[in-house]
Structures are given as C-alpha cells and as structure tokens.
C-alpha cells in the first residue's frame, strides 16, 4: 500500500474519495473532522480551516487546508486545482475569508499571477503530503515540471484584512 506521510490509505483510495473534483461522503465526514482540529489549533501552524461565504447558499462554508510558506508569506492552494469549490466561493467573495487556526483572523485571499506560481506549488507539494495524490507532477520534479501545470493550480496569498 503507497502511503502519504504517515496516512493509513493509499493514494488510489485518496483520489477516489475525490473523483470528478468532489470529496465524496467519506471525504466530506474527514473535511468536517479536520476542519474542527485544525480551527481548534491542535496541529502545526500550517494546517487552518478556511471559513468562506458560500457563493450560491451565502452561509459560510469551511474547508480544512494545509498552507506553504514561501519566502516570508503563507499561501493557499487546492489540491483538486481552478474548479475546487473553495476557490469558486473565495473568488465570489472577492477573497474575504476568515482563517482559523487557535484563533480568528479575517484575511484576504490574493490570486498569484501563474508565472509566479511554479516555486509555490512546489513548496505546496514539499509541505502537505495529502495533496501530492491529486498534482499530476512529483514532488521532486523540477521547476519547470510545475511552471506547466500553474495555470490549472491556483494560489492564494494571504493577507490581514482590516476589520469590517
């Protein structure tokens, strides 16, 4: 069984839970579990939940997220790439989200031009291993492996919002 980090499931099992770009029941049990531990502040600093207004319901949704530090600042990005339904609804919302992790904080969300996007997408990759099933390129791959996908792969520098 190929394992992620220390995760008990194989790849294959991880990306079926989110076939067709959707978390399936299973991955929607594990989202809420996670979305918990991470806003509670029980992991690393990296692991958040991200709290964001639905585009269509406008109640706010949450989504568990692994970050990657990249010189200096904190990005965002989904592993299931542009379509993934956080992205649509922090996009709707003009990037006001809320980030928990311990505590509450509102931020903005700043989409990355895709030529700068390939080192965090790496970064990504090196960081939060239950992503590295659903990019179509190895971690260890050279930059210009991730340069080709960018465009696919959105990310999200998080910024302090002031206080609405």
Known sequence: ???VGSWPL?????RRMYAG???????RRFARLWAAVYG???????????????????RITRFPLGMADWQGDWYLVPM???NCNWVRNVRAADGLVTIRHRRTRLCRLVEVPVDERAPILKRYLAT???ARP???VDRHAPLSDFAAIAA?????????APVR
């Not at 194989?10 to 991880?14: G, W």
């Not at 509670?40 to 406008?58: D, K, S």
């Open 40 to 58: 509670a502040g029980l992991h690393p600093r990296r692991w958040v939940t991200l709290e964001v207004v639905g585009r269509r319901t406008g």
């Open 21 to 27: 770009g959707r978390g399936n029941a299973a991955a």
């Open 1 to 3: 069984m190929a394992k």
């Open 152 to 160: 696919q792969y959105p990310a999200f520098r998080i910024e302090t």
């Open 128 to 130: 939060v291993p239950g």
């Open 134 to 136: 659903h990019l179509p």
């Open 80 to 82: 299931l790439g542009e």
């Open 10 to 14: 194989s790849e294959d099992t991880l």
